[in-house]
Structures are given as structure tokens and as C-alpha cells.
């Protein structure tokens, strides 16, 4: 059975910083492209970061210079680290885990920025 369990998210002041983790089970994670997305109340999922397989990484725009994704392949776990954030940032945050043929969303973690 897969499982992506995000944990980190909270309450942050703005310029304050996070870090959210994913932790999978049950898929060959070195083989997974994983990613982070968030979804605003009102407002369609979107895309923040990526790490392809690779090892690769992208970000969003609204993010880059700001948010770094990494992973420990040994813990089969994905980070998002979250500096300088803002209200806008405030959202549930989900990790996803894909490749071509699987893709696996995380129950999300909510991380609230208050001005």
C-alpha cells in the first residue's frame, strides 16, 4: 500500500520559515519523480516544486529563491524548506509522488502565514 504522509505544516509569522517533510512507503522512491503542490482556500491546486528522479529541481516562480525541495533517499523522505514566506504562501500542501505510469498524492499538511 502507498502512503506519502506530509508533516511540518503549521502556524508562521511572515519572514518566518518551515520545513515540510513527506515520508512514503510502499514505492520505490529513488524511481518517483516527487513533488510539492498547494491549494488556497477558493483557489485551484498549483504546483510548487519538483525533484525528478534524477535529481533535478524547478520551482514555481512565485516560490524560486525562496523554497528549496530535497530528499533523503535513505529515509524515503521529501523536504520543503520555506524561508521568507509570505500570506500568500498560506495554503494545504500536498506531496505527490509520480512517474509515468502511478501518481500518489499525500493527505496535505496546512502551513498558515499570518501578516
Known amino acids: 500500500q502507498v502512503q506519502l504522509v506530509e508533516s511540518g505544516g503549521g502556524l508562521v509569522q511572515a519572514g518566518g520559515s518551515l520545513r515540510l517533510s513527506c515520508a512514503a512507503s510502499g514505492i520505490s522512491f529513488s524511481m518517483y519523480a516527487m513533488g510539492w503542490y498547494r491549494q488556497a482556500p477558493g483557489k485551484e491546486r498549483e504546483w510548487v516544486a519538483r525533484?525528478?528522479?534524477?535529481?533535478?529541481?524547478d520551482y514555481a516562480d512565485s516560490v524560486k529563491g525562496r523554497f528549496t525541495i530535497s530528499s533523503d533517499n535513505a529515509k524515503n523522505t521529501v523536504y520543503l524548506q520555506m524561508n521568507s514566506l509570505k500570506p500568500e504562501d498560506t495554503a494545504v500542501y500536498y506531496c505527490n509522488a509520480r512517474t509515468f505510469s502511478r501518481n500518489y498524492w499525500g493527505q496535505g499538511t496546512q502551513v498558515t502565514v499570518s501578516s
Open positions: 525533484m525528478a528522479s534524477s535529481g533535478t529541481t
